[in-house]
Every structure is written in structure tokens, then in C-alpha cells.
């Protein structure tokens, strides 16, 4: 069955940068979209940032953009989301999630998702 596990989540402070990874097995990881997804305290779930099967097309939602770059590594089966000039707005879990098909920006279009990472911007 499908299995994603993030990784790389912790406490920084405003400004600093981080990087997670997400390793997935189970299903054919070159053939599907990728994405992270981020839940914070009291909020609904989501999208943050997509990457085609291929990872030749990437978008982020414009609260990150110039901010956040996913990409990966099909080769490993991972996919990494690094941010940059984190914010306290960027507090929440962080999962990633497998896509129906190659591509797609619309949430519901995502199956999947891994129990997630926890990022803290706080000063």
C-alpha cells in the first residue's frame, strides 16, 4: 500500500530555513504528482506547493512563493519541499500527499497523504 514519511521538521526561528523530505513506497512514484500540504493549529489542511511526475512544472501557492522550492528525486522516490525566510504564519504540520495523475493544482485531486512533519517558526 502507499506509504509517505516526511521528515525534517522542527523549531526555528523567523527568517532561518528549512528542508524536508517525504519517502514514498507502494505505488509508481515517476508516474504520479507530488505535493506538500501544511495544517496549522485550528486551521483546515492546505496546499502549499506541486510537482509534476516528471518534476518539469512546480507551482506554489502565493503565500510562499519566492519563499518555498519543491522538488525531487525519482530515482529515491522523494520528494523535498525547502523553505526559505520562514515566517511564524509558516507554523503547521507538513505532509505530503501522491496525486491521482501526473499533475494537478486542485487539492481534492490528491489520494495519499503521510502522518506529517511538524514545523515551529517562533522567535
Known amino acids: 500500500q502507499v506509504q509517505l514519511v516526511e521528515s525534517g521538521g522542527k523549531a526555528v526561528q523567523p527568517g532561518n530555513s528549512l528542508g524536508l523530505s517525504c519517502v514514498a513506497s507502494?505505488?509508481?512514484?515517476?508516474?504520479?504528482?507530488m505535493a506538500w500540504f501544511r495544517q496549522a493549529p485550528g486551521k483546515e489542511r492546505e496546499l502549499v506547493a506541486v510537482i509534476s511526475s516528471s518534476g518539469g512544472i512546480t507551482n506554489v501557492v502565493d503565500s510562499v512563493r519566492g519563499r518555498f522550492t519543491i522538488s525531487r528525486d525519482n530515482a529515491k522516490n522523494t520528494v523535498f519541499l525547502q523553505m526559505n525566510n520562514l515566517m511564524p504564519e509558516d507554523t503547521a504540520v507538513y505532509s505530503c500527499?501522491?496525486?491521482?495523475?501526473?499533475?494537478?493544482?486542485?487539492?481534492?485531486?490528491?489520494?495519499?497523504w503521510g502522518q506529517g512533519t511538524e514545523v515551529t517558526v517562533s522567535s
Open positions: 507502494g505505488f509508481a512514484f515517476s508516474s504520479r504528482a
Open positions: 500527499a501522491v496525486a491521482k495523475t501526473y499533475y494537478t493544482m486542485n487539492p481534492g485531486g490528491y489520494e495519499s
